[in-house]
């Protein structure tokens, strides 16, 4: 048992609905209880979709469990296939029927009908969304991709042909990633054989093998798939996730390279407004900026390096909850001289971010509440999300085009640097004071009150040093302050006043000390400035 307010990822049924959903002629038959049939709002009202999701639910209720619930799975399947006519189907379990074991592969396949029925192992109980996507769309392209052999080859002046492979419904701007993949394929002088899941139907999955190599957009997603196509048809896949402007370059170098193309006219072209964004004067502010990161390991390694090294932030946290890409995320965290932060209790996220004291945190729907609460400005990199990040507007992550989209992002929710500026002088200001926010954002109480607010008496997550530990924290009394010393604190500029206080008492618990003073703020200064 594990207590859970808030998850980060679905049971792995959902990501198995978003692979059926994203695509065409393939009908899911889900064994699930009356009341599972909640997903379907995360597909018409989060994403907006207009149409129903593909699925069929049994919703057994309490009383059929007497009676014969694998009758009630046959009939479902039937009825679903007489009904919508799919070329393909899939059939499995949620958490609940697992546990009544009725076998939906084996179910289905004594109704024999005359059309591919692929069925889902998914253990809801040891793996989560993700998995869940990423193993039915694996099944699928193993079901439905043709005998393994050689590839056709590439016929004399053909342009190479690549499939894009990933972008699901209910992704994180999955929708405007691919029209910025495409375009850039498209200006490299390489086509588009299909694209998956994401509006492909099973006879397409039956054409993947034509292609002469594999765009992997969402590792989460896709790369047991391309594994697959790799071991079976000899495609060579992406492993460069083009997000920023470095990983897009290096992107189109390494399309470039399995296409034999050039790719300077690319590299040499307009790009991205980002680079100069981030050189321009009015940018300086932004250097040294403490950034925490947390999401999924395709976002959260994306963004670190955007931050670090498009952005000259320095990142003082880096996690994901993406267990299966833990070994990718530890390892982008080391050339950080960061400890990976891998789980999916945001508890333990919360408490590293209090721990680091960052200026911005970037990071999911669940970071957005943590930083509200801190008083931290946030912006969301990664699923989940909510409604406001399934966007009217273009909004792509990916591509040239997506960084100038982080560059805005990342920029927006931070102080500008005037009004920082004007903080720090006119700290009795009735405008300009540490109690306002941005005033760009509404001017809602920010930044330092509230971690910093708390009553000194009050327990405190342990404080790390950088690089941070991010185990779980104890919980251990902090000296109260003295007066003078919270007054001295206060002429601290906000953005670094949070850092300044958790080192002073960190300091002080070292140390022992009844009381903060003003000398022991003095001297924590001094032996962290050394
Ligand atoms: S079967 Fe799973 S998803 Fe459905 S209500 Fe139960 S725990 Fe939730």
Redesign the pocket.
Known sequence: MQLTLWTYE??P??GAMRIATAMTGLHYVLH??Q??T??DLLFTMIERRDARPPVTYTTFRAQDLGRDTAELFKTSVSAAYARFQPQAMIVGA????ELIQDDPGGLAKALNLPIPVIPLELP?YQKKENWGASETFYRLVRALAGAPGAGAGREPGRRPLCNILGPTALGFRHRDDLIEIRRLLDSLGIDVNVVAPLGASPADLGRLKDADFNVVLYPETARSAAEYLKKSFGQPFTHVVPIGVGGTRRFVEEVAGLAGLDPAPVLDGPGSRLPWYSRSVDSTYLTGKRVFVFGDATHAIGLARIAARELGFQVVGLGTYSREFAREVRAEAAELGLEALITDDYLDVEAAIRAAAPELVLGTQMERHVAKRLGIPCAVISAPIHVQDFPARYAPQMGFEGANVLFDTLVHPLMMGLEEHLLGMFREDPEFHDGVGPSHLGGTPVAASAPQAAPATAPAPEAAPAPIHLDHPVAVAVAPWAPEAEKELKKIPFFVRGKARTNTERFARERQLPLITLETLYDAKAHYGR
């Open positions: 679905g049971p049924h959902i699930a209880p009341g599972d909640y997903a949620s958490c609940t029927a809801a």
